[in-house]
Structure formats: structure tokens, C-alpha cells
């Protein structure tokens, strides 16, 4: 396959019957040279949408062409329109929600334990969410449209596929009472009906790639579930490269990327972030983004390592918005600029948090976050340390030190494999519940567990160790901790005390509107070090996410400062600065991101970024290793910077960030 286009475009057509003359302003000629001008190379086009009508001359299913589209060629004629400009078209096609087939065929749709329809999105009706089982005879019909797409659009025209919707839901229909019977599975059981979703939906794409690449090898295929994670790893085997949908001012908020995505760049397929040029979200016609936002949303894809896509709809009457496409140019001018600094880049991670993503049970939960990742990612970032995020199966030898955040269930294969790592040279930052052995001792972490803390609210007590540029007083911790012990003769040290309240608010027993304060008794230990490995007694990263208290993400840097001493990345700028730092092995260079927008939260519902604020006179230290550093520039500009190599590291000053700053070191060729 070619190497993945990285200024997208994924155009939504979900286009109500109740609208005439659909397409009849679409002008193809015009459509290229809109897409062209806004140097886009790639346009995901519609084949079916939700509403459950096709764009194309369907041969097998004449009844389901929209019965208002003017232009019965729109799809090919998109598709010819395009090619003849070097623009791809992948086309789409949904999956799982399709509005007609909703009124026609209810026999289809997955119903839960209670026999209602499973609706996962919670809009009031009218509305297309009724989930389809892709166990019940819809799944020939989706075969037999997927030919009739091949067969009228033609193999050679076709780029590949997008398959939206594929969510994991428990039916509880006849259809897959039978085969989970047949698997052994209890169908009464809604766990179990969860957990054979997802069987069931590996084994359906599976099915649907090889359709596709029987015929067409080359074609590109994703399907869509909105995030991409550890538990869809089974199924990635039959997708050509990820997408990964994360709108932040729709329901994905601006964490979910940067930590999505530093997960989907492990497993070696390519990628491409997806955001959407609307105000809000799908759907949201006659919006745009401000540019500023888009612009961050972009840049930072090149950041991590991913193509970019912009999501919009086309307008009924067929005809591309100036403004939408205005604003995209615009950004996209940018990125192809800066694409040749961004492909085949490997990310310089030294640290791999372990995602607790893994463990979630086996039940419906919001794209699959837990708050102690996005806590400690949001630490990382604001910290300049570099880092992806792995699951436990992967290797651990190539990153310097784990982070355990919070909740990783405990097992001696686990354990022993982590021990294994630290034997190797390896380094470990865990706090609270991530793999702590509750028996007679917790090897990992040199520490016998005690209980859970009879304190809410507890306080840690700075040194200069650990807290070492706060203030020798108690600082507050907004979350119950575990109460720990050294074992004894072990080897570990005690690097901070928790120090108790007076009392617990609890019982007939408060102070104040809040927590009791210090009562100066020194408790259990909050952080003890155990060779190279530090433990957190507190949920120092599920906390961070609620409270953001900035003692702990120092509390969190003195201790990694200790295992790895200083980042690779180091600056004196504030901690809305985001950093990565990528290497292109094949150019001999390692290229780094600046990146400076501030996202505020303007209006009780979004997120969003409207200003670029520069940043100026920004100093910077740049771990090179062993690599001689020739030149530094700033790209794509290739502006000379000065700079001095000294013990490993390279030392130089950007007058001004504003808002997206590239720097390529280039190495001498060894
Ligand atoms: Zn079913």
C-alpha cells in the first residue's frame, strides 16, 4: 500500500430524505479544484450513510439511492473528479446505524437483556442510533453492498474503505443467543454477552477484509469504533492503517488524542489523527473551528507521529463551503510544508506508562479512559518528558522506566516480568494499586501492604528529596492512599511520610468545611524506593486528573529525576509548552515540536483554543547521545540556529514559538 496521505479530508453525507434537489449544485470539476487549492490529498467520500441511503447508481439495491439525489453519479463522479487531481478517495460506508433499515427491518436490530433497542449516543428521537446486530441476516446485506459498491464504482477505482460504527454492544437476540450457546458462553449473562461482542466483532471484520482484499489487495480498510485501544488490539490485524477519531470539542475533550495516540503509535500500523473543522461536533453545519485550535489539533497529530484529517460535511446542494475550505487550506499549507520533518519518524521515548485501559472490566464505559492514564499523561506532557504508552504484552526493554499508574491489577506473570526488566537495568514509577502484590510482600516495590488508609484526606511532608522545591510544610493529598510498610531487612528507603489529620471527617467527628487539618504525627510512608524502583502510597495520577494539584506532578518529577535524571527535553518555558522530540533514522536527524496553544474552557460545553500566544526567548537542552550534531534549523523555514554541544547534549535558544515551532538537528552520518 502507498504511504498514507496526511492531509485528509473525511467528508460526512448523512443526508435526510426530506431535503430535494440533493448534489444538484455538485460541479466535480469545481469539488477537485476546491480540495486541491486547500492542498488536500485525500477525501474519504460517501457511498451509504446513516440515514441508510446510497450516492452511486446501486445496482443490487436501486431502492435505496437517496430518492432526492439530482446527481445519481455523485460518488463516481467525486471519485474520477479527484483521482484525476492525485487526490484519494476512500470511500465510506456505515456499518451499524443505517435509519432505513431501522423503520424496515426492527428484525435486525441488537436488543438488550431487557428486549429494548441498544441505543449507545442517548438523542432524543428522531434519530438513527438503533444499533444494528451484525449477527442477524443484515450482515448478508452488508456483504452483498459492499460488491455492489466493487462492482458499480470498479475495482480500479476504488482506495479503499471506511467502515463506521462497528461498537461493541450486548445483544441479547436470537441470533447471537444461538452462537454464544454454541461457544459455551451463558447468553442470561450480560457480562458475558459484553465479552462476546467484541468475539464477535473481531471475527466480523476479519470476514469483511478478507471480502475485500480477495478482490481488492490493496485497498485500504478501517473500521470505526471512535477510539482505539488495547482492546480492539486483537482485530488491528485486518485494518490496512488507524484512524483515530478525536474531536476534542466533541465528546473526546482534548486529553483523548495525545494519550490515544501515543498508544496507536506502538503498534505499528500507520496513522492519522481525526478532528473536525465544526465549532462542536459531527454535524454541526455552518460552523468552523477557530484556527487556532485546528491548527493545534493538526500540528500536534505531526507531533505524534500521525497524518491528519479534518472532518466536515458536505452541504445537500452538493457544493463545498469557501469558508470551510478557506480555514483548512490554510492549515494545510502548513503541513505539507512540514510533512517531509514528520514521516517514517520514530518517537525518542525513554518512558512507557502501562495502560490501565487493559484491565477495564468487561462492561460499556466512555471511551475507555481511566482518569489515573490521562493523569498521568497530562503529568508527563506538562513535565517535557517524552513518553508512549504499552500494554502488558509488549516489550518493555526498549524505554529506560514504566510508569504503573494507580490501578493495575496485580499477577506474579506481570510482576515477574517487570522484575525481569528491573534485573535488566530497567526503572519503575508506581503509586497506589498498579501491580502491588497484597501478600507478605510487594518485591517490586520493597514495601508490605497494610491497609487502606483510615484517612481520606491525608498530608506529605517535603524534603529535599522528594517535594524538594516546595516548602517544608504539609501539603495536602485529595485522595484516600494505601498505608505501607518497609519490609524488613529489605533494601528499600523511605523518601517521604505521609503525616496524619487530627482525625477523619467521619462519625460525629469534622473540622471546617473540608478535611481535618495536620495533627504533625508523622504516618506510613508516602514514597519508598526500593533499588530502581519508587512507590507512590498515594493515587498521585487519578488524583492529578481531579484536582491538578501542582505539588504532586513536582513530587512526581523529583522522583523521575532520581531514576533517569534529567529529560531528554529539557526548557524553561511554562508548562503549556508540549514537546516531542522524533528521529528520522533515514535523513540523520532528529526533528523536535514545540508546541504552544492554550485551551480554555470558554462556554459551560466546550473546550476550545481561539488566541496564539507566542512564547518568547525560549531555552532549550536536547539530549543527543553519542550522535554529533552538525546543524540546527529551525524547519521548514531552515533558519540557522547556534547552538553547542557539551557531555551528550545539545544547547541552544529560540527567539519566539508561535504557536507550532519545528527544529531539525542533523547528525553526522555514522
Ligand atoms: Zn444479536
Known amino acids: ?265 506502538t503498534l505499528g500500523k500507520e496513522m492519522i489523527g481525526m478532528t473536525g473543522k465544526f465549532h462542536t461536533y459531527w454535524g454541526d453545519f455552518h460552523s468552523l473551528k477557530n484556527q487556532a485550535a485546528l491548527e493545534f489539533e493538526c500540528f500536534q497529530m505531526l507531533a505524534v507521529g500521525a497524518g491528519c484529517s479534518i472532518g466536515d460535511q458536505l452541504h445537500p446542494n452538493g457544493r463545498l463551503s469557501p469558508g470551510a475550505y478557506d480555514l483548512i487550506g490554510k492549515v494545510y499549507a502548513s503541513v505539507k510544508a512540514k510533512e517531509a520533518y514528520c514521516r517514517d519518524a520514530v518517537p525518542v521515548s525513554p518512558i512507557a506508562i502501562l495502560t490501565p485501559e487493559e484491565f477495564y472490566p468487561d462492561e460499556p464505559h466512555n471511551l475507555g479512559l481511566p482518569p489515573s492514564l490521562v493523569g498521568a499523561a497530562r503529568m508527563l506532557q506538562e513535565l517535557s518528558w517524552p513518553f508512549d504508552i504499552i500494554d502488558s504484552q509488549m516489550d518493555f526493554s526498549a524505554y529506560s522506566l514504566l510508569v504503573l499508574p494507580d490501578q493495575i491489577p496485580f499477577s506474579p506473570e506481570l510482576s515477574g516480568k517487570i522484575q525481569a526488566y528491573l534485573d535488566q537495568g530497567g526503572s519503575l514509577l508506581g503509586s497506589y494499586d498498579a501491580c502491588l502484590d497484597k501478600g507478605p510482600a510487594s518485591e517490586l516495590y520493597g514495601v508490605r501492604f497494610l491497609a487502606e488508609s483510615p484517612y481520606y484526606r491525608e498530608f506529605v511532608l517535603p524534603n529535599a528529596v522528594i517535594g524538594k522545591s516546595l516548602h517544608r510544610e504539609e501539603y495536602v493529598m485529595y485522595d484516600r492512599a494505601f498505608d505501607v510498610e518497609q519490609v524488613p531487612g529489605a533494601r528499600s528507603s523511605v523518601l517521604m511520610d505521609k503525616v496524619k489529620p487530627y482525625f477523619d471527617r467521619s462519625g460525629d467527628r469534622f473540622c471546617s468545611h473540608q478535611h481535618a487539618p495536620s495533627s504533625g504525627q508523622t504516618g506510613h510512608p508516602a514514597v519508598i524506593r526500593n533499588g530502581n524502583a519508587i512507590y507512590f502510597a498515594h493515587p498521585v495520577f487519578r488524583l492529578y486528573r481531579k484536582n491538578a494539584p501542582r505539588w504532586c506532578k513536582l513530587m512526581v518529577r523529583d522522583a523521575l529525576e532520581l531514576l533517569l535524571g534529567q529529560s531528554p527535553v529539557s526548557h524553561n518555558g511554562p508548562s503549556t509548552l508540549i514537546t516531542a522530540l522524533n528521529e528520522q533514522p533515514r535523513e540523520s536527524r532528529l526533528v523536535l515540536h514545540l508546541l504552544h496553544y492554550i485551551t480554555e474552557k470558554r462556554s459551560e460545553e466546550i473546550y476550545t483554543i481561539e488566541d496564539v500566544i507566542p512564547l518568547h526567548n525560549l531555552e532549550l537542552r536536547i539530549e543527543v547521545g553519542p550522535r554529533q550534531v552538525r546543524r540546527v534549523q529551525a524547519v521548514p523555514a531552515a533558519t540557522g540556529i547556534s547552538f553547542r554541544q557539551e557531555a551528550g547534549a545539545v544547547y541552544f535558544a529560540i527567539d519566539q514559538v508561535l504557536g507550532h515551532g519545528m527544529v531539525a538537528l542533523d547528525y553526522e552520518r555514522s
Open 1 to 265: 500500500m502507498a504511504a498514507i496521505r496526511y492531509r485528509q479530508v473525511h467528508l460526512d453525507f448523512h443526508t435526510s430524505e426530506f431535503i430535494d434537489r440533493i448534489g444538484a449544485d455538485f460541479d466535480p470539476a469545481e469539488f477537485a479544484q476546491t480540495l486541491a487549492a486547500s492542498d488536500v490529498d485525500s477525501i474519504t467520500c460517501f457511498a451509504r450513510c446513516h440515514h441508510g441511503w446510497l450516492y452511486y447508481p446501486s445496482k443490487t439495491h436501486p431502492e435505496l439511492i437517496h430518492p432526492q439525489l439530482s446527481n445519481r453519479d455523485l460518488l463516481p463522479q467525486q471519485i474520477a473528479a479527484c483521482h484525476a487531481r492525485g487526490i484519494r478517495v476512500p470511500i465510506y460506508t456505515t456499518v451499524q446505524w443505517d435509519g432505513r433499515i431501522m423503520r424496515e427491518h426492527p428484525e435486525w436490530l441488537a436488543i438488550d437483556g431487557n428486549g429494548n433497542y441498544v441505543d449507545t449516543q442517548h438523542v432524543p428521537a428522531p434519530h438513527f442510533y438503533h444499533t444494528i446486530c451484525l449477527n442477524s441476516p443484515y450482515r448478508e446485506f452488508f456483504k452483498t453492498h459492499l460488491q455492489d459498491i466493487i462492482d458499480v464504482i470498479g475495482k480500479d477505482q476504488i482506495d479503499g474503505f471506511f467502515m463506521d460504527i462497528l461498537f461493541q454492544v450486548e445483544c441479547n437476540c436470537p441470533h447471537c443467543r444461538q452462537k454464544m450457546t454454541g461457544l459455551g458462553m451463558d447468553p442470561d449473562q450480560k457480562n458475558q454477552r459484553y465479552r462476546y461482542a467484541a468475539l464477535m466483532l473481531d471475527e466480523f471484520k476479519t470476514e469483511i477484509t478478507a471480502f475485500i482484499h480477495n478482490q481488492l489487495p490493496d485497498a485500504g480498510i478501517f473500521y470505526n469504533s471512535s477510539h482505539v485501544g488495547p482492546k480492539s488490539k486483537a482485530s488491528f490485524k485486518d485494518y490496512s492503517h488507524l484512524e483515530l477519531e478525536s474531536l476534542p470539542s466533541g465528546g473526546w475533550g482534548y486529553d483523548h488524542f495525545p494519550v490515544t495516540s501515543r498508544y496507536a503509535r
